[in-house]
C-alpha cells in the first residue's frame, strides 16, 4: 500500500524512496512522484509569481510556460530575477503569491528541495560541483548511487546494466576516452560536462543549467551547445546565459527578463531587434 503525505503535504518519516510517496496537488489530486501529467505539453508552468526581499521586488507576477522536450534561452540583466526564478523552480525560495507547476498537478510550492529533485528536477549551477579526487566514470557512478538512497550500495559492483549505462552518459557528455582520469584534472569545460552528467545519471525530466558556458573555450562552448541540442526532447532544458552566440546556436525561444518580469519573448532575432530590449539589456 502507498504511503501518502499529510494533508500539510509533509513526506512521512522514514520515507526516502520517490517511487513510493504520494502528495496532495493544490487541487486535492493525489500524484505519485515519478508521474508526470502532460496532458497539456506543459511542463513547468509560472503563474504570476511574486518575490520580495527587504522591499525589492525580485520576481513581479512572473508568468512563464515551458513546454516539455523545450530548449529555452532566459537572457536579462543583472538583477532582472532569473536566479530567483530557478530559487523558486527548485524550492529554494517561497514565493510571496503564485503558483509553479511541474507538469499539470504538481504543485512545487508545496514541495521541499528534496522532494523538488527527487520529482526530476535538475539545477546546474554555474561553479561545477564533483568529486574531484575520483575518476569521471566514478563521479557518475556515484550520482547514480545517491539516487538510490542506499548508502551501503556504494560499495557493491555495478550490474551490468548500470555499467552501460554510467558508460552510454560519458558518451553523450563527450568523456568517454576521459573516464579513468580523476575529475579534478579535467578543464574547466570538461568539469562542467560531468556535472551535467551526473544530474542526467538522475533521470531528471527538467534541466536548470546556469551560465552553464561561463569560462569555456570557443571549442567547449560550440561542443555544449551540440549536447544541449542532443538532450532537447528526453528532456526539458532552462538554460540561462549571457553570451548571445551560445543563445543563439541552440536556437528555439528566448525569455527576456527585466524587474522580475517577461519583457519580450521569440526566437532570438526577434527579442534582438525589440527596443525595450535593445534599452534595457543589448544596448548597455
Known sequence: MNKVLDPQGVRPEGLNDRENWEGPAS??????????????????????????????????KLNLAIDA?????????????????????TGKTRPDEGKCFFGQTIDLTRMTEPEIAHAGIGRKFQKPTIFEHHTAFENLELAMKMDKRVWKSLFA??????????????????LDHEAERPAGLLSHGQKQWLEIGMLLMQEPRLLLLDEPVAGMTDD?????????????????????????????ALGGLVTVLHEGSVLAEGDLATVQNDQRVIEVYLGR
Not at 549505462?165 to 560519458?170: A, C
Request: proline letters at 1%; aromatic letters at 6%; one cysteine or more.
Open 69 to 89: 522536450g523545450e530548449l529555452r534561452c532566459i537572457i536579462g540583466p543583472n538583477g532582472a530575477g532569473k536566479t530567483t526564478m530557478m530559487d523558486v523552480i
Open 27 to 60: 487541487d486535492g489530486h493525489v500524484f505519485r512522484a515519478g508521474e508526470l501529467d502532460l496532458s497539456h505539453k506543459v511542463i513547468l508552468y509560472l503563474d504570476d509569481i511574486s518575490v520580495s526581499f527587504d522591499g525589492f521586488k525580485a520576481l513581479n
Open 157 to 174: 559492483a555495478l550490474s551490468d546494466d548500470e555499467y552501460d549505462r554510467v558508460s552510454d552518459v560519458l558518451r553523450q557528455i563527450r
Open 220 to 248: 567547449e562552448t560550440e561542443r555544449t551547445a551540440e549536447l544541449f541540442v542532443s538532450l532537447a526532447g528526453k528532456h526539458s532544458l532552462v538554460v540561462v546565459e549571457h553570451d548571445m552566440s551560445f543563445v543563439e
